[in-house]
Nanobody, 124 residues
Framework: QVQLVESGGGLVQAGGSLRLSCAAS????????MGWFRQAPGKEREFVAA????????YYADSVKGRFTISRDNAKNTGYLQANSLKPEDTAVYYC?????????????????WGQGTQVTVSS
């Protein structure tokens, strides 16, 4: 059974940084995609970033482009989201997700596995 476990969330001041991790178990992801999504209170879940497991190709939402960096370590079966220059509007629960085939996608329904989420709170 595949499990995704996020960590690294927390409370940070505006302008600060956090590094989120997503550890995968139960399957080795050598193909497919890992994505990060977020959901703020009262809002729909939105796409943040995605990376292709094999080639490392990345894709970002416009709202985080230039501030966030997605990466993966295939040997550790772990993905990361480095979030810099954080803003209060980045406050949300951040979820990692994985799909076992295909290319980077912004659509949540195209991902097969999801983590439980980690809270990121940015104070002004």
């Amino acid at each position: 059974q595949v499990q995704l476990v996020e960590s690294g969330g927390g409370l940070v001041q505006a302008g600060g940084s956090l590094r989120l991790s997503c550890a995968a178990s139960g399957r080795t992801f050598s193909s497919g995609v890992m994505g990060w999504f977020r959901q703020a209170p009262g809002k729909e879940r939105e796409f943040v970033a995605a990376i292709n497991w094999s080639g490392g190709r990345t894709y970002y939402a416009d709202s985080v482009k230039g501030r966030f960096t997605i990466s993966r370590d295939n040997a550790k079966n772990t993905g990361y989201l480095q979030a810099n220059s954080l803003k209060p509007e980045d406050t949300a629960v951040y979820y990692c997700a994985a799909r076992t085939w295909g290319s980077t996608s912004t659509r949540a329904y195209e991902y097969d596995y999801w983590g439980q989420g980690t809270q990121v709170t940015v104070s002004s």
